[in-house]
């Protein structure tokens, strides 16, 4: 399978000059078999930018197929759907497919409610477009690629992270988690022996130490839900997974801070003398597993 990442950020995007080398678009990656099958993950401010670059293909003449997998329905996670623009092109088939909520349909319909966008609704976009529940559907199959899932609790919340499989490769996808309470059984199962796992760092160890980084402030509500790159690192060691892309960075972290802090992550990685090889997910690093 090809990987290419469009957005990398948690959150909110990062518009700094300082963060322009790791990229400051909200989640999305994605990636193809060998025989060019399209599968999404998540549906941040990348799926835009994804979206252009598809036009070239069978998606820009309306004879294009595309799957989208989503984590869940906070914003930063489903704010790039109605600026894709394939979804716009009579002919082209786009199936969307969560979980942890009952009415996803819904959700991403109400983002494009006339309050808040001149769109009004998918009836408005063109292509055949179909929701899907993977309560449904414990297992997906879309070309070559087979996807299963699992859902954990993230705080209140109900997430899903995928597996997906190809000729024998694996990836898995972990958007967002906390591992307060020890690491997630859930989530290092789902990963066992991974070729690639991408999986959120969205404080450096330090910052989760000293209660996390709000994006609301000191003030704002507890900063809870997310985790540092140290556990990332810890649930890839747990899972033996061969390769860790450390994703979903803070919007206030440079590309320094990132940088610094995977150096650290390999030192002790090295320290340890394990195999695993991690470097920070950033947009348009694209790589075959």
């Not at 670059?53 to 914003?75: C, D, F, N, V």
């Not at 716009?88 to 979980?99: K, L, S």
């Not at 394990?274 to 947009?283: I, Q």
Request: with cysteine; hydrophobic share 40%.
């Amino acid at each position: 399978m090809r990987v290419r990442f469009w957005g990398v950020r948690g959150g909110i995007a990062a518009t700094r000059q300082d963060a322009q080398g790791i990229g400051g678009n909200t989640p999305c990656v994605e990636l193809r078999d060998r025989d060019g099958h399209l599968l999404i993950l998540d549906a941040g401010i990348g799926l835009y930018w994804l979206g252009r670059s598809l036009l070239a293909g069978p998606l820009g003449r309306g004879k294009g197929e595309a799957t989208i997998l989503l984590t869940h329905s906070h914003w930063d996670h489903i704010q790039g759907f109605p600026f894709f623009v394939p979804a716009f092109i009579p002919g082209n088939r786009i199936d969307i497919w969560g979980g942890g909520v009952a009415t996803l349909r819904d959700v991403l319909e109400g983002q494009m409610s006339g309050t808040y966008s001149p769109i009004d609704g998918m009836a408005n976009m063109g292509a055949s477009i179909e929701v899907g529940d993977l309560s449904q559907c414990p297992v997906l199959e879309r070309g070559r690629f087979r996807i299963t899932h699992a859902h954990y609790r993230n705080g209140p919340h109900d997430m899903v992270g995928y597996r997906i499989e190809e000729d024998g490769k694996s990836l898995c996808y972990i958007s967002e988690a906390d591992h307060r309470a020890g690491l997630d059984p859930t989530i290092v199962e789902l990963a066992r022996g991974v070729d690639v796992l991408v999986h959120e760092a969205f404080y450096t160890d330090e910052e989760l130490a000293a209660g996390g980084n709000s994006l609301a402030g000191p003030s704002g509500p507890p900063s809870g839900g997310h985790c540092s790159f140290g556990q990332a690192t810890e649930v890839a060691i747990a899972a033996g997974a061969q390769r860790l892309h450390y994703f979903y960075h803070h919007p206030d972290h440079s590309d320094a801070d990132i940088h610094a802090a995977v150096a650290r992550e390999r030192e002790k990685i090295a320290a340890r003398g394990l195999p695993l090889r991690v470097e920070p997910a950033r947009e348009g690093l694209e790589f075959q597993v």
